[in-house]
């Protein structure tokens, strides 16, 4: 369960910012939206972001989705002198000389670890600057990195600057041995390759309890990412699970809950009845019933269906997975073709059917969840560009519930409009039919 999530320098974050999944001491929605744990540490199974267009919203989901990304890859995919991809923040061009900076703190199998590493912005061959502004390809190489765990107090695993280790604690195991491999050949950590990264590539099937590496990878694997926007992987994910009937029940009692007409989802395994083979291209079928209650009709889920219809069914499966497995859930554009009634049932299935300790963190516009019946002040968080154009995150909770603050009980949704809490556009006249030059 991810407990805080820092970063800074990553484009529209400029100085560090903090996404705090931690509960703070108010006593909203105790029992539904907190997740207990030892040692008086309470956690958020959810917390939703707005803000303006263009404001950074986006910016704090793409940075850790980042971060999870180059643990991934920077050590299986990434050759010497590859580039990650990093954006640092452009406006100030100070920022393209300094390191970039992700953290997360969270618990995995009961323990509580800090991990985080700083990427350089090193100007690589291709990059050109002009006075004013210019092109960003960048060579992105390990300025520092860096793991704890909290035990009776918090100790260093290891701690990396640039490509040497300066400490290496005897409870790392992994890293000792590595270090004893890496005197043997002399080849050393690669300039752009994550050393959590690289142990995992190598010691990839030590037992988790054996290895912290492993188990940092593993919390980080689940990490998941959707955008409301794009629903093809999602569609996919949720096509081949109904074709290998995994999750049928669940997707069904979804579908038949949200209204939607549909009676039942069925696959046409007509062709694998006739070949004996799998079939890909099978047919997702929903069963309708006619006007009369009786009589059936069967349409095409991808042809036929409307596509907010399409939506809810692409959804289906990956919240399933999730809430099943305690996974985290990144939900960009989280209202986009959504009522904004199922968007409000969606996040109350992450309060009140959530075993497993699933936490979902999303960025919307949709005003209508800003609600003291949905979501604790805690949960609530805004974004908005300073005048240098860089993004600030702060959460509804820092509003002091006094009479200029945040009265308990308010209309969180209707004071958000008024403009008492920041975080929305500063709109002038639209005026784009007039001609503005006089004959």
Known sequence: MLIRFTAGNFRSIKDPVTLSMEAVGIHEFDDSNVIPLENKTRLLKSSSIYGANAS???????????????????????????????????????????????????????????????LNNVPGHALSWDSEIGGNTLQDNIAAEWLYLTAAKEFPLFIRENNELIKLSPQFPEGNVWRKMT?????????????????????????EKESHSNRVISWINKIQLINGLNDERIMNFTLNAIRSKKYIDQIN???????????????????RAATGKENPSEKIMTV??????????????????????????????????????????????FDARLHPLLSWKLVELFHESNTKHAQLILATHDTNLLSPKLFRRDQIWFTEKGANGATRLYSLVEFKTTAGGVRLGASYEKNYILGQYGAIPVLKNFDIGSDSHEE
């Open 183 to 207: 005197a043997k050949t002399g080849v050393g950590l690669r300039s752009n390759a994550l050393f959590i990264s690289t142990l995992g590539q190598l010691f990839g099937s030590t037992s």
């Open 253 to 271: 009692s979804l579908i038949n809950n949200a209204d939607l007409g549909i009676q039942q989802i069925l696959v046409d395994y007509s062709e």
């Open 56 to 118: 950074g919203k986006s910016n704090i989901i793409k940075a850790l989705a980042f971060m999870v990304n180059h643990v991934k890859t920077s050590a299986k995919e990434m050759q010497t002198g590859d580039a990650a991809g990093l954006e640092p923040f452009l406006l100030d061009k100070e920022c393209l000389s300094e390191p970039s900076f992700f953290e997360v703190e969270f618990v995995y199998g009961g323990d509580k670890y800090r991990y985080g590493f700083t």
């Open 288 to 333: 309708h019933l006619l006007p009369d209650g009786k009589e059936k009709v069967v349409f095409d889920m991808l042809s036929q269906e409307s596509e907010g219809t399409k939506k809810i069914f692409a959804l289906s499966a990956i919240l399933c997975e999730v809430l099943e497995k305690g996974d985290i859930l990144l939900f960009d554009e």
